[in-house]
């Protein structure tokens, strides 16, 4: 497939891949080990931003302490259809059908929970998850308050949210690189060897949602935006986050300042006060003036902001509302202007940027 082709597979239009994937021996025994032996496309794509392919590896093996273990196989196939990720939402349904669910029934899962053959508990947790996806307008603590009147422990809601942000980081990385779909997964549920393996592969995953112990108390260190974790300090996603946040401020591949001015563009445009804050504290401490923070936030342009940062703002943008092919063309321009190493890392902090964000709203 030529760089300027696109196809449309289960209506989502798709370009070929954005940057190049990469052999990296450490990450992909480290995905083997997670998956029993296969290493999901995606590894190559983001390997050569270790921050982020950690954060993809320990989302694999993300665990939970609260939430309803049947829902919870449910949330990826949601936030997929709802950010139109080809490649999740092609590999989310690949599993639900190894489990044993019917076409029709994901169908309406993705088009229609009032006919899915759900609770009305998971059917509530499932719409929450589809406006916290689509965030438009961004969901208030008070649908976060409305599941814990169903009796839904506030752990479980951060369980929920967390599962749900996961996944938005998730669809934005496969889908702002164009990762090609996992072909032969999505093919083995029909298949003679698929059928043969289905209940030891859908026991494995069963046994996999199988709820834990919760972590210890979550140590948040001087790290910005950790106030955004204190609802899932008792959780496994809040330690995921948590190191995705340090990794992504600690990495040396785009300057601390670009990456806050991605984080309060996101803010800004999801409408949240508390991390548009924390931008501003953060960026502030960069050297950038409360007047020209306001110009790139209202203008996404201000002349105190280098040429990167001026490459940045409107991306960053773009990233939280998008179609996918229209994003693809956006971010291969983005690695012709300053390279695919920082056009990675960008990908990796924007999509990081939307699921901190709409993690905020168990705050705010």
């Avoid at 050569?48 to 993300?62: G, I, M, Q």
């Amino acid at each position: 497939m030529s760089e300027a082709s696109v196809h449309a597979v289960l209506g989502i239009e798709w370009h070929a891949p954005v940057l190049a994937p990469v052999k990296h021996a450490v990450f992909e025994a480290e995905a083997r080990r997670h998956t029993g032996g296969d290493v999901p496309r995606v590894v190559g794509y983001i390997a050569p931003c270790a921050w982020l392919a950690r954060t993809f590896l320990a989302s694999l093996d993300l665990r939970f302490s609260y939430a309803d273990p049947a829902t919870l196989p449910l949330i990826g196939l949601v936030a997929s259809h709802e950010n139109a990720c080809r490649y999740c939402y092609g590999t989310r349904r690949a599993m639900l059908r190894i489990q044993g669910l019917k076409e029709l029934e994901i169908d309406r899962l993705e088009h229609d929970l009032e006919l899915a053959e759900l609770s009305d508990a998971t059917r509530a947790v499932l719409e929450f998850v589809r406006l916290l996806a689509r965030s438009s307008p961004r969901p208030a603590r008070a649908e976060a308050e409305a599941l814990q009147a169903r009796g839904l422990r506030p752990e479980a809601v951060a369980e929920v949210a967390g599962e749900c942000a996961n996944w938005c980081l998730g669809n934005r990385v496969a889908t702002f690189l164009a990762v090609p779909p996992e072909a032969e997964l999505e093919a083995l549920p029909e298949t003679f060897v698929g059928r043969l393996l289905r209940p030891l592969l859908a026991r494995k995953m069963r046994k996999n949602r199988t709820l834990v112990a919760p972590p210890p108390a979550l140590e948040v260190h001087a790290l910005p935006y950790a106030a955004v974790l204190a609802p899932l300090a008792a959780t496994h996603a809040g330690r995921m986050f948590r190191d995705a946040l340090a990794g992504a401020f600690a990495s040396d591949i785009l300057p601390r300042r670009a990456k806050a001015l991605v984080f309060a563009v996101v803010a800004r445009s999801l409408g949240c006060g508390l991390c548009e804050g924390e931008s501003r504290r953060v960026l502030g401490a960069e050297g950038l003036a409360p007047e020209a923070i306001d110009q790139a936030l209202a203008h996404l342009a201000s002349p105190a902001c280098d040429a990167l940062e001026a490459q940045l703002l409107g991306y960053a943008r773009d990233t939280v509302r998008f179609r996918p092919a229209e994003i693809q063309v956006r971010t291969r321009a983005l690695a012709d202007a300053i390279g695919p190493a920082r056009t990675l890392e960008t990908v990796g902090v924007a999509a990081l940027a939307n699921a901190v964000v709409r993690l905020a709203m168990l705050s705010t």
